[in-house]
């Protein structure tokens, strides 16, 4: 009986032991792929580059996105995460277009998909 708890606890900790898991390497892996996306390999992907605009002034968008380039359209996200409203933000994102009224004159309402800091 002896010999039987020593092999059950021999065995119990050779398990744990090696039970390692890789995830968090993983997971970073993955952070470190997404950040050194190319800007050609981004727009491969199927994302816009651009850049937060903020405003205050009546019956205007409070924040829109100006895509880069030399024509530029603006977008109004309605599903902007608190995280992205900083005027100036350079980012990537992807949408899908909304029917639906627009909130201001200078965008068109947009629901976005993705979206990642430049």
Partial sequence: MKIFKIVMITLCVCLTVSCNSKKASSDSEISNMKTT???????DAGFLAGTIVASKADGDCPFVIKTDGKESVMYDPINIEDAYKKDGMKVWFTF??????????KANPVELVEMRTK
Avoid: I, K
């Avoid at 996306?37 to 727009?43: A, G, K, L």
């Avoid at 899908?96 to 004159?105: E, I």
């Fill in 37 to 43: 996306m190319t800007d050609t390999e981004m727009m």
């Fill in 96 to 105: 899908r277009g909304l029917r639906m009224m627009n909130r201001c004159t």
